[in-house]
């Protein structure tokens, strides 16, 4: 099961309008919350099954402006953990994808939003080691990885690809 499902939220804490906090937290936790449950208990039934949560490189360092996104997204980091640990002796493997930017109509939105998108691609890039931006392919491959048995001893694990933002930063 892959949760992939997410909207953006952008602005400062002290912008953000209760209702657009409450929607991003609504998509992008509660989505989680409410399709895991139902599909839970059938991959319980079955003692097997691969939990894919999307979060994003964001839940670990941060991003100006995304305060309600990085919420959201640190949550599904939480909550994938959590839920590792209670599933673990069912054979069930629940694991977070943390991308970076990739380049899908989530971030094309985000650009023709910007006065100057040149450089707001070039500021995205300033972030990561990869010269180039992610691509929709990145993060499939990366699921499928978590979706298949090859990937059978990672539980809980943010998996980061994100051109070398989170690693990046700190070297
Ligand atoms: N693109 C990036 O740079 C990036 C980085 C990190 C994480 N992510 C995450 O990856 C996931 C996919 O993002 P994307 O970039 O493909 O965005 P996208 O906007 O291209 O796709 C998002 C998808 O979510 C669906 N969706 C939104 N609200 C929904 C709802 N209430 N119910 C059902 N479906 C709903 C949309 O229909 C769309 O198919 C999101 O969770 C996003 O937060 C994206």
New binding site residues.
Partial sequence: MFN?????GIGPLHDIELNTWKKVLD??VT?VFLVSKAIVPLMMKNKAGSIIN?????AEIGLVNRAS?AAS?GAVLSLTKSMQVDYAPYNIRVNA?M?????????E?YLSKDPNPESAIAKIKERQLSGDL?K?ID?AYAALYLASDESKFMMGSPFMIDGGVVNGKSS
């Avoid at 991308?99 to 971030?107: D, H, K, Q």
């Fill in positions: 992939n499902a997410g909207i953006s998509v992008n989505g999307m979060s994003s490189c964001i996104y997204k994808l991308p970076g930017t990739i380049y899908t109509p989530f971030v939105d992610g929709p993060v």
